[in-house]
């Protein structure tokens, strides 16, 4: 049962890791366009390089 | 339950609809947002962004897909008109919006909040359960303690923080001296989460913590998919009221100002050019012209207009230029006059108990007893406080209304969605389900079943000549039956005749010369003729000859047919009510069909004949979009007006038809069917399990293994049922 003292806290912070990148995206609005972003992978402008300003 | 202390679902589902009326803030330079209510796929938003970043001038435009929409940074120079102009000549319908009142919605934060809370529920019911997995597959003694130990550290602040929107609700209901769902769901999380710390502290074998946890997950989950529907509805209503941007052409010492409504005084003189709306309620200076006040009156011919008329807001000038003297602005005006009145209204319709309502009234109570009777008999039989109260706990846990939040917001999520693809928009929560209930479906004419656009009539009865020099002086006015005439004279091969010296007479008509004659093109009394025939209809009178007439009628709006016949095949009883004149409703019950009409209602009967259906019984759906049927929307059982429509009716009804089309009708009371249906199984499939759960929980054979399956699979199966929906 030692085993537990290690996979308790891992699976802890693994989880943790998963709702902290949530998070970031949550901040980040990557959940404002959910339908144009849905479309939007499909499109080749991007794939080459990141486009410049 | 009272009108007034509901701050959650039924409290106003007129707020939700009401457009904002900020004090238009300062616009930012440069930054200007477009509606595009054509695009739909990655094509569309690579041809509107690369054809917006190619303009001059535009430094970034981004299209927002599930908004429709478009923000735009440009310079200063740049306006709307400029960006329309582009997206039209691409072949993308686009309209401005207000930037002012769009900007309430650019950021759902309440939505994102809900979102945190439910990823923590989430990541905390995982850790969770895996450690509860460990128990209920036989742990024991230390490792079953330190399980639930590490349980109730993850659980405790998890439960604390996600819950929270329930306890501010429940709290709220009972300083109110009511009962509603979020009582029921606080207890039980908070017993939930106490229990099981007492248990563990005990070194007791049962600990709910995941119970808890997956409650306020599902729960939540149900509050997200509510907000969402309300929020997009929200927005889209808001969008509507953006559509109208408040400027106004005021004169300053002699030139043109554009400035903002709120902005403008008393006195101030505006100017109101052919083919646009009038911004306020005044008093006409300079000008003549006739004005459209088929929003306002429901009267499909134009009126004259001139000096010392009265013009009200929300008319639409067509022919003349206006220079107007203000006597009223914003929400001084009779528009938001009419629309404060129908606000008023539309409480008493509020008063309709939605389904959820009706089942948390009977479901509170309900477990609250059975948890107490829990405790009362295991006291007498047992004497045992304890596992009294632990029974009575796990009778609250396993009741508690998980499939009940989900079963309504699951199904009106998938509803919405699927009618808001097809461009119908729902404002009230309850739309659906007082929709689903109708038998009588009230039209109003002018603007609803027609496009209140004239058509021209019997073309071919016309002699050419007149035809060519109608077709010709028509060319030269923007008045909307001249424009339908010159339309229908090209589309027929007519070539206009070569006449000279062509004017418009603001408020009258065009007059031209040919051939040596005075030849014009109006109004009845201008040319002489008898004044009192009724319909739509234009004169036209070349030198001295007696005048001929033309004939129009109201273009039907696209649908209108298929709409009726959806809704007869739906048994529904179809009335056209309408405050034009008998001839011209007639004329458009017989194309359409329909057998009952009524025409000359002044508002107060439309309203009036609404009630009078609703004391015999009907539940009355009304389809209208002008200010003389605000009291009608009001009025009826539920309403619906195309997006058309102005403002003051957009507010008064609960749907809003985003394209122009009215075949929709016929979906949404199929949807609203089926999406009732849907709710009803949901209460069942909740009532089923919870007959099988009850008895054993009061039996004392609960477990939190079987608390989690039971919520788990009634959660799914609810959730899996609204996707069902047609």
Redesign the interface.
């Known amino acids: ?1 030692d085993v ?1 003292t290690y996979l ?1 806290p891992i ?2 912070v693994l ?2 890791i ?2 902290a990148a ?2 970031w995206a ?1 901040k980040t609005r990557q ?6 972003d849905a ?2 992978i ?2 080749t ?1 991007y794939d080459e390089e990141p486009k410049e300003d | 339950m009272s009108d007034t202390a509901r701050p959650s679902v039924a409290a106003c589902p007129a707020c939700v609809a009401t457009p904002p009326r900020p004090e238009s803030a300062p616009e930012k330079p440069g930054r200007l947002m477009l509606s595009l209510p054509g695009i739909h796929c990655a094509g569309c938003i690579a041809t509107v962004e690369k054809g917006l970043n190619a303009l001059p001038g535009v430094h970034e435009a981004r299209v927002n897909l599930t908004l429709k929409r478009a923000a735009v940074d440009a310079d200063a120079d740049i306006t709307a008109e400029d960006l329309v102009a582009e997206l039209d000549r691409l072949g993308y319908e686009a309209h401005e919006l207000d930037p002012g009142t769009i900007a309430a919605t650019e950021t759902d934060s309440a939505g994102r909040d809900l979102l945190m809370r439910l990823a923590v529920a989430g990541f905390a019911m995982m850790n969770v359960m895996l450690l509860s997995v460990a128990v209920w597959s036989g742990a024991e003694d230390a490792t079953r303690d330190l399980m639930h130990w590490i349980s109730a550290m993850i659980a405790l602040p998890a439960v604390a923080f996600s819950a929270r929107p329930f306890f501010v609700n429940a709290l709220s209901a009972l300083s109110a001296r009511r009962l509603n769902m979020d009582v029921p769901i606080s207890l039980a999380i908070i017993l939930a989460a106490g229990m099981s710390l007492y248990e563990t502290a005990m070194s007791g074998r049962h600990a709910y913590f995941d119970a808890a946890l997956s409650l306020t997950f599902f729960l939540l989950g149900g509050r997200y998919l509510d907000h969402r529907t309300r929020a997009t509805a929200r927005s889209a209503a808001q969008e509507l009221a953006a559509l109208e941007v408040p400027r106004a052409v005021k004169l300053e010492d002699g030139r043109e100002v554009v400035t903002p409504i709120a902005e403008l005084a008393i006195g101030d003189r505006v100017v109101v050019k052919p083919g646009a709306r009038v911004p306020v309620d005044g008093v006409v200076e300079v000008g003549t012209s006739e004005i459209d006040r088929a929003l306002l009156t429901g009267e499909s011919l134009p009126v004259f207009a001139g000096p010392d008329s009265d013009v009200a807001a929300g008319e639409q000038n067509l022919t003349g230029p206006l220079t107007v003297r203000v006597t009223a602005r914003g929400e001084d005006t009779r528009l938001h006059k009419i629309a404060d009145l129908v606000a008023l209204a539309e409480t008493a319709r509020n008063r309709y108990t939605s389904l959820a309502d009706r089942a948390a009234a009977a479901y509170a109570p309900g477990v609250h007893l059975l948890a107490l009777f829990a405790f009362a008999g295991w006291m007498i039989a047992s004497g045992d406080m304890r596992l009294s109260i632990n029974i009575a706990i796990a009778t609250l846990i396993i009741t508690c209304p998980c499939a009940l939040g989900l079963a309504v917001p699951a199904v009106t999520t998938a509803a919405s969605g699927r009618l808001f693809r097809k461009g119908v928009l729902l404002k009230s929560a309850t739309a659906l389900e007082r929709l689903a209930e109708i038998d009588t479906v009230v039209f109003d004419k002018t603007g609803t079943l027609t496009l209140g656009t004239p058509e021209m009539q019997g073309l071919r009865d016309h002699a050419r000549t007149d035809l060519a020099l109608a077709a010709a002086l028509a060319a030269g006015s923007s008045h909307p039956l001249a424009q339908a005439l010159a339309g229908a004279a090209a589309a027929d091969g007519v070539t206009p005749a070569d006449v000279s010296e062509i004017r418009e007479v603001p408020g009258y008509g065009v007059q031209a010369q040919w051939g040596g004659q005075r030849v014009r093109l109006g109004r009845a009394s201008w040319v002489g003729a008898e004044a009192a025939a009724e319909g739509p209809a234009t004169w036209l009178q070349v030198g001295d000859a007696p005048p001929v007439r033309f004939d129009f009628t109201d273009e039907l709006r696209p649908g209108a047919a298929e709409a009726i016949g959806a809704l007869r095949g739906a048994g529904c009883r179809v009335m056209l009510i309408s405050g034009d004149s008998d001839r011209a409703v007639a004329a458009t019950a017989d194309r359409l069909g329909i057998a009952l009409h009524e025409a000359g209602a002044l508002p107060e009967d439309k309203a009036g004949r609404i009630e009078a259906l609703h004391r015999e019984g009907h539940k009355v759906l009304m389809v209208g979009d002008g200010l003389n049927d605000t009291g009608a929307l009001a009025a009826a059982h539920v309403s619906i007006s195309p997006a058309s429509a102005l403002d003051a009716a957009r507010v008064a009804s609960d749907i809003v038809l985003l394209n122009g089309d009215l075949t929709v009708l016929g979906d949404c009371l199929v949807t609203a069917r089926s999406a009732t249906k849907r709710i009803r199984e949901n209460f069942g499939i909740a009532t089923a399990y919870n007959a099988i759960a009850i008895p054993i929980a009061l039996a004392g054979f609960a477990t939190p293994l079987a608390a989690a399956l039971a919520m788990s699979i009634s959660s799914i199966t609810v959730s899996l049922n609204a996707l069902r929906l047609r």
């Open positions: 049962m537990l308790i699976s802890l989880g943790g998963g709702l949530f998070f949550l959940f404002e366009d959910p339908d144009g479309q939007r499909l499109r402008d």
